[in-house]
């Protein structure tokens, strides 16, 4: 052959635009005939697919169809690929003898890494011993490996968000708003005469989700009550999950985890409640049912 | 003997005027083929016409709406069980937002100025239609929050979703919760009646308590050596403006993480 392999891309080009190829496709096609013409493969799409289909037994005759649309798009998007996609413009002769001859370079185009175009790969290598071109590609998406399907995961039950979260979601919403909006047209936030700093009331309380350190005062120095125990009590909140290292998640594998918080838990709602309801004039000891009806909404 | 099958009715042609409803009814289906409402409603959308229930739109109705697509397109089944999480994550935030909007409209009314800020509050519960109302669901919404933040702290423990790869998110969230008892504990102040201003005076004694910097902490929190004019603005200010930007922020890699960290934990 004297032609170049660039005068091979001018000719295809030129073929493929007279056939009234679009141009990307006509493009793609000159391209991939120039990259055969350096490899010093038959130029010639029809041929190039006779040669593979010769080596090749015939399979997957059902698939040709579809992936023929398929190598297409990868030839507009895959910046050098020596597969051609055969269409219908071929010689029908070609098309009649060697329906394999689609699926194999389709296979091919459709450029999958793994596993897709290996048949393909192993029929032109036994063909003549000719390694596939390398190919270049763009990189177009970054996939992390647990995205790709992999067969050995047991796949997770799961249900549409939609509807079946939102709608529970959209009750949820609208139970909270109404338990809001009665609790808010019986009872009325609190509100006293004006602030005065030279008044102090008695009993003078924090916000009850403090109350659990104030009562903590009774028992405690004030450094210990005020600072020591809520300092430990957020770093040990920080760091627990570097300090329980058990992996499971199941309840009876991690019982001493939960017993330990709930203890902490009972210790904080006892120590609120005592704080909120049981704790009168200076701070000591009454009932709840001995605080006037109108201070026990007052928080 | 087989009876004739009755022929199929031809439609009836329309005659006379027709009903205001079809009217209304194929000005609507005409409106909703129109670019303005297409252009609103993204495909998927249940108010598109033609609207199908199928896998695809399902996940259409996610993928296709900035809100909805704070969730995945599907979830672990267990995950949407009450019981599992009792929507406590979820009622948080849409507390968050309940109480932001009832905020803002308090806002309208409310001069963070020791000379007129008891005025305002006798106004706002007297004067301003709903100010009650508003001030009720706002009070209550924020006690409300605490607990179903901390509820929801106490949940995930319990179902061990700390535990790698959430253990970064754990820490978020303990932000989350201290950021949102100082939201609580800040706005407490604003009414500026004897129950504010005593509950402050008592919680911000714990500053005095630490060590070494203990007057120096005091003296941030307060503006000066004594809760006054200059604690209210402070407060004001770390109420409206300061917390609700950190919580925010917070909640936004929260939610991120979730996510990227796989969604809702467990099956047990």
């Known amino acids: 052959m004297a032609e170049s392999p660039d005068e091979v891309y001018e000719r295809v080009l030129a073929e493929e635009k007279d056939k009234g190829s679009s141009p990307p496709v006509a493009e793609a096609r000159a391209k991939a005939a120039r990259h055969r013409a350096r490899k010093g493969l038959p130029t010639d799409p029809a041929e190039a697919a006779k040669a593979e289909a010769a080596a090749k037994p015939a399979s997957d005759q059902a698939s040709a169809g579809e992936q023929e649309p398929k190598a297409e798009e990868a030839a507009e998007t895959t910046e050098e690929k020596p597969a051609e996609a055969p269409s219908e413009e071929k010689p029908a002769a070609a098309v009649a003898k060697t329906p394999a001859a689609q699926a194999a370079p389709a296979a091919q185009a459709e450029g999958a890494p793994k596993g897709r175009g290996a048949a393909a790969r192993a029929a032109r290598s036994a063909a003549g011993g000719q390694i596939a071109p390398e190919r270049m590609q763009r990189l177009l998406a970054v996939v992390k490996p647990e995205a790709i399907q992999r067969v050995e995961r047991e796949p997770i039950d799961r249900v549409n968000t939609w509807p079946h979260l939102m709608a529970a979601e959209a009750v949820a919403l609208l139970a909270v708003t109404v338990f809001l909006m009665l609790f808010s047209a019986f009872i009325n936030a609190p509100f006293r005469e004006m602030a005065n700093i030279n008044q102090t009331p008695n009993p003078s309380k924090a916000p009850w989700y403090f109350l659990g350190l104030q009562e903590l005062l009774r028992y405690f120095h004030p450094q210990v009550a005020g600072v020591l125990i809520p300092q430990w009590l957020i770093v040990g909140f920080f760091a627990t999950p570097y300090i329980d290292r058990n992996p499971s998640n199941k309840p009876n594998d991690r019982k001493l985890a939960i017993v330990m918080f709930t203890i902490y838990l009972m210790f904080f709602a006892v120590l609120t409640i005592v704080g909120s309801l049981f704790r009168g004039p200076g701070f000591n000891w009454i009932y709840p049912w001995q605080i006037p009806i109108v201070r026990i909404f007052e928080f | ?171 978020v969230g303990v932000i989350l919760l201290l950021v949102t008892v100082l939201l609580a504990f800040s706005g407490y102040l604003l009414p500026w009646d004897q129950l504010a201003i005593w509950a402050v005076t008592v919680g911000t004694q714990f500053a005095l308590e630490s060590p070494v910097v203990g007057r120096e902490a005091y003296f941030v929190f307060v503006g000066g050596g004594q809760i006054g004019a200059t604690t209210l603005i402070r407060w004001y200010t770390l109420h409206v403006l300061f917390l609700p930007f950190i919580i925010v922020l917070f909640m936004a890699v929260h939610f991120w993480r979730v996510r990227k960290d796989g969604g809702i934990s467990g099956p047990l």
Not at chain 2, 58 to 69: D, E, I, P, Q, S
Request: charged content about 20%; some cysteine.
């Open chain 2, 1 to 171: 003997m087989a009876t004739k099958a009755p022929e199929k009715k031809a439609p009836e042609k329309k005659t006379g005027f027709p009903k205001p409803g079809e009217i209304l009814g194929e000005q609507w289906d005409k409106f909703r083929e129109a670019q303005l409402w297409k252009s609103i409603f993204r495909p998927g959308s249940i108010f598109r016409k033609g609207h199908q229930d199928s896998p695809k739109s399902r996940a259409y109705v996610v993928m296709n709406n900035v809100l909805y697509h704070l969730h995945p397109v599907k979830v672990k089944r267990h995950g949407i069980k009450l019981s599992y999480t009792l929507c406590l994550g979820g009622l948080s935030f849409f507390l968050f937002i309940f109480l932001t909007i009832t905020g803002i409209f308090l806002m309208f009314f409310y001069r963070p100025s020791t000379e007129v800020v008891y005025a305002d509050m006798t106004a706002l519960h007297t004067q301003v239609a709903f100010g009650q109302l508003v001030r009720n669901l706002h009070r209550w919404g924020a006690h409300l929050m605490t607990v179903t933040v901390f509820l929801h702290m106490a949940r995930v423990f319990y179902t061990g979703a700390y535990k790698p790869p959430r253990e970064f998110n754990w820490i």
